[in-house]
């Protein structure tokens, strides 16, 4: 009777096992998915960063360029800006 019973139980423990390979928590088929959901949202956000640096690159040549063009007009215009005073020296021989 002893004879049976032991390979009749590592029978059963080896397809509980099995089944919890292939269809309990942590199986194979989730873990692979997992892994392909992982790696789509790597390339997400991969291409969000992407779109962040440009957006970050543009801002800042913005905030450059608007800074060149209040120093262009504070040159050759006169632009004054509210609460400043304007000083103008005039140079000599002219």
């Known amino acids: 009777m002893g004879h049976r019973f ?3 139980l590592l029978l059963g423990l080896l397809l509980v096992l099995h089944a919890q390979l292939w269809f309990g928590r942590g199986s194979v088929p989730q873990v692979t998915s997992l892994k392909q ?5 790597e390339r997400e956000n ?3 960063k992407l779109r ?3 957006v970050a690159n543009e ?14 007009a ?5 632009m ?7 000083v103008q ?3 000599r021989g002219q």
């Open 6 to 8: 032991i390979p009749a």
């Open 37 to 41: 959901q992982v790696l789509t949202q």
């Open 46 to 48: 991969s291409e969000a």
């Open 52 to 54: 962040n640096d440009q």
């Open 59 to 72: 801002v800042r040549d913005l905030q450059e360029g608007l800074g060149m063009v209040e120093e262009l």
């Open 74 to 78: 504070r040159q050759d215009l006169g």
């Open 80 to 86: 004054v800006k509210p609460n400043e005073i304007f």
């Open 89 to 91: 020296f005039a140079q």
